[in-house]
């Protein structure tokens, strides 16, 4: 079956502007979340979901930073007024269940380049 | 807070070589323990976690929880072994935030 998949794989944008993010996450799967992946860095929890319910968003490094999942399939990553520090790869990953143990399934990613 | 360390950023071996992967971990609770890896150009993708005990491609990782490490082990290295490796840890009791390492790229020379 197809995996989990994210748009635009690559997106550059001039200081100040406005972006969003997508994620199709693996049909079924209950949980998806974000990372944030600098150069050289592992990937840096961004934020949680379980079905349409944002429980957990201690990840996201400022305001600007807003995601959602309304019908508890497709979300979005939106970054308002990008800054250069926002350069990075997004990931985003999805899973079966709620609790520890299962296995996360990552997208491709999106590389965000801010000029 | 929970950390997880890998001190090498590369790690070079010959094939046919013992490869081993240092990761340690900061955590109070009680930890779940994964290896990620990442073949160029592809996705980031599970490679085993301790609870399951298993060995993936030949690679093998034993939870010390004295010495708070969980360190990947294989005692042949291939070619196709070279990727970028991330130690990972969650927790066990509760939702699956996943803390990364910093990872490790291992680099496999014919």
């Known amino acids: 079956g197809a995996g989990v998949s994210q748009s635009p794989r690559y997106k550059v944008a001039k200081r100040g502007q406005d972006v969003a993010l997508r994620c199709d996450p693996i049909?079924?799967?209950?949980?998806l979340f974000w990372y944030q992946q600098a150069l050289g860095q592992g990937p840096e929890f961004l934020t949680y979901?379980?079905?349409?319910?944002?429980?957990?968003k201690s990840g996201l490094p400022s305001d600007r930073f807003f995601a959602e999942r309304p019908e508890g399939s497709v979300s979005t990553l939106k970054i308002q007024r990008t800054q250069q520090e926002d350069s990075a790869v997004y990931l985003c990953?999805?899973?079966?269940?709620?609790?520890?143990?299962?296995?996360?399934?990552f997208g491709p990613g999106t590389r965000l380049t801010v000029t | 807070a929970q950390r997880v360390t890998q001190p090498e950023k590369l790690l070079s071996v010959f094939k046919g070589a013992p490869v081993e992967l240092k990761c340690n971990y900061s955590?109070?609770?009680?930890?779940?323990l994964f290896w990620y890896v990442q073949y160029s150009r592809q996705r980031l993708q599970l490679l085993l976690r301790h609870i399951s005990r298993e060995s993936i491609k030949g690679f093998t990782a034993d939870l010390n929880k004295g010495e708070t490490s969980f360190h990947l082990k294989k005692p042949f290295a291939q070619e196709e072994d070279s990727a970028m490796y991330y130690c990972?840890?969650?927790?066990?009791?509760?939702?699956?935030?996943?803390?990364f390492g910093t990872g490790t790229k291992l680099q496999v020379i014919p």
């Open positions: 990953a999805s899973t079966l269940g709620g609790i520890a143990g299962y296995e996360q399934y």
């Open positions: 049909s079924g799967h209950v949980s």
């Open positions: 990972a840890l969650s927790d066990a009791g509760g939702y699956q935030k996943v803390t």
């Open positions: 979901f379980q079905n349409e319910a944002q429980l957990d």
């Open positions: 955590y109070s609770g009680s930890p779940e």
